[in-house]
């Protein structure tokens, strides 16, 4: 059970787009539709922004949106604002009720 | 309003076990769900360890199995974590959850810092 791939950093201006990926392999991401990601803002416990590859919890912006194709899925972050500087995490359901994290993205907003 | 407290020793002696408890309120750990145990070491990424279904039922990280044990209090509907012959590698913060078990964790305690040093 190695960690998702995750890359290191993603940065965007305010109002702009981006979209940070989140590769596993056929036993974790691929194998299942159940993909989350969380987000981390330092010091704070992670926070669910989406569950179930693209489903988002009430309360969580509709700028979130996530999406996955094969071993890979992916956040989109539109419109980004100030307040959206964090880390993001992806996490992976991966069989026999195992779970495993990406290695992490930290967002900037230029 | 579900709500999850870490508790614990924060300094631990290489070699020995880390022991926390989660206190849940809010809600009964009996009546459902998976209760599991996410750490994070400084300045890392996360790191699933492992769940307890309400019934009992372990998961466990394969990587951390043969050290790991998470049980169950639904009398004090708290749940815990034993990790065994822990090392300096073991240092994180410790949060603990509540998921439907296919990672989808919407509740979370703040998290406990655990230094493993002698």
């Known amino acids: 059970q190695s960690a998702l791939t995750q890359p290191r950093s993603v940065s965007g201006s305010p109002g702009q787009s981006v979209t940070i990926s989140c590769t596993g392999t056929?036993?974790?991401?691929?194998?299942?539709?159940?993909v989350s990601w969380y987000q981390q803002h330092p010091g704070k416990a992670p926070k669910l922004m989406i569950y179930?590859?693209?489903k988002r919890p009430s309360g969580v912006p509709d700028r979130f949106s996530g999406s996955k194709s094969g071993n890979t899925a992916s956040l989109t972050i539109s419109g980004l604002q100030a307040e959206d500087e964090a880390d993001y995490y992806c996490?992976?359901?991966?069989?026999?009720?195992?779970?495993?994290f990406g290695t992490g993205t930290k967002v900037t907003v230029l | 309003q579900v709500q999850l407290q870490e508790s614990g020793p924060g300094l631990v002696k290489p070699s020995e076990t880390l022991s926390l408890t989660c206190a849940v309120s809010g809600y009964s750990i009996s009546s459902g769900y998976y209760w599991g145990w996410i750490r994070q070491p400084p300045g890392k990424g996360l790191e699933w360890i492992g769940s307890i279904y309400h019934s009992g039922s372990t998961y466990y990280n394969p990587s951390l199995k043969s050290r790991v044990t998470i049980s169950v209090d639904t009398s004090k509907n708290q749940f815990s974590l034993k990790l065994s012959s822990v090392t300096a590698a073991d240092t994180a913060v410790y949060y603990c959850a509540r998921d439907n078990g296919s990672g989808e964790g919407r509740y979370w305690g703040q998290g406990t810092l655990v230094t493993v040093s002698s």
């Open positions: 996490c992976s359901y991966a069989g026999s009720y195992t779970l495993v």
């Open positions: 056929s036993s974790d991401v691929g194998g299942y539709n159940y």
């Open positions: 179930d590859v693209s």
